[in-house]
């Protein structure tokens, strides 16, 4: 027997007796359409007959239901680890490995969690603090420097003047905007 797949590119011979008369779903290698075969209507005569009759038999449509692909059905996401794949128990279970320092273990983490991070900012801020109080030193011992280094009177000059052009720019910048 020969069927055809529906997309029509594709031609497949079965042995006659694959598909029962009540039909059977098939499915194309070709495309994987899948559809539900049944006999294609064919006569065969097994016996001689010793007498012509005459056969008149309609041909009976060949019935295909195609058959739509089915949705996937989606699945529940993972339940986290209710264990840590770290944890002594696991380790102890899983991999035969006991771990006896959990009281350092712990001893540790009380200290980690009484040091206090200092942050970005806040070391940001001393450190501006710090520039603001040095300048403010060197502004009002500027004459004794002097008189001490004279060299220094031409650095010391060129370091003012640069704080106040900063200044003036912060200051153009906050009124204009």
């Not at 056969?55 to 680890?81: G, N």
């Not at 279970?93 to 806040?122: A, M, P, W």
């Not at 940001?124 to 500027?142: A, E, G, H, K, P």
């Not at 002097?146 to 910048?173: A, D, G």
Request: net charge positive.
């Amino acid at each position: 027997m020969i069927i055809t797949c529906n997309c029509g590119e594709k031609k497949f011979t079965l042995p006659d007796n694959s598909i029962p008369v009540s039909g059977r779903l098939v499915q194309c290698g070709f495309c994987g359409l899948k559809w539900k075969q049944f006999p294609v209507g064919e006569v065969k005569n097994t016996q001689t007959v010793s007498r012509p009759q005459k056969i008149v038999s309609k041909p009976q449509p060949v019935q295909q239901k195609i058959e739509k692909p089915k949705k996937v059905k989606r699945t529940a996401p993972k339940k986290p680890r209710e264990i840590s794949l770290y944890s002594p128990e696991y380790l102890a279970k899983k991999h035969g490995i006991k771990i006896n320092d959990t009281q350092t273990e712990k001893k540790i983490s009380k200290k980690e969690s009484r040091k206090v991070s200092f942050g970005f900012y806040s070391s940001l801020l001393v450190f501006i603090f710090f520039v603001i109080t040095l300048s403010r030193i060197l502004y009002f011992s500027q004459e004794f420097i002097i008189t001490m280094v004279p060299s220094s009177e031409y650095y010391l000059n060129y370091f003012f003047e640069s704080i106040r052009n900063i200044f003036e720019i912060w200051k153009n910048l906050i009124t204009n905007y």
